[in-house]
């Protein structure tokens, strides 16, 4: 069984960068997509993008694309979430998550979720 932690939130200005980890214990980690979602108060969660598990394809949903990149690091059992010009929209809760994932536009298959990391941007 995998297990995630989610790590490098905080309070950044708009325009800013952050990049998020997430760290995973667990032998099949790297065979899991990894998928990135988040969720800001009074809303429902939304999906952010995801990456297969040779980190080879990502997605991402248009709101993020161009300014969010996914990668991982299976030697490291690491996802990446790098997040550049940041803007208060994007202030949320931010988990990942695993699952064995055949198409990473799907937001369901994912059974495995990490505690969440919370990014926070002022204007």
């Known amino acids: 069984q995998v297990q995630l932690v989610e790590s490098g939130g905080g309070l950044v200005q708009a325009g800013d960068s952050l990049r998020l980890s997430c760290a995973a214990s667990?032998?099949?980690?790297?065979?899991?997509?990894l998928g990135w979602f988040r969720q800001a108060p009074g809303k429902e969660r939304e999906f952010v993008g995801a990456i297969n598990w040779r980190g080879t394809k990502t997605y991402y949903t248009d709101s993020v694309k161009g300014r969010f990149t996914i990668s991982r690091d299976n030697a490291k059992n690491t996802v990446y979430l790098q997040m550049n010009s940041l803007q208060p929209e994007d202030s949320a809760v931010y988990y990942c998550?695993?699952?064995?994932?055949?198409?990473?536009?799907?937001?369901?298959?994912?059974?495995?979720w990490g505690q969440g990391t919370q990014v926070t941007v002022s204007s």
């Open positions: 667990g032998r099949t980690f790297s065979f899991y997509a």
């Open positions: 998550a695993a699952g064995q994932v055949v198409r990473l536009e799907s937001s369901t298959g994912y059974d495995v």
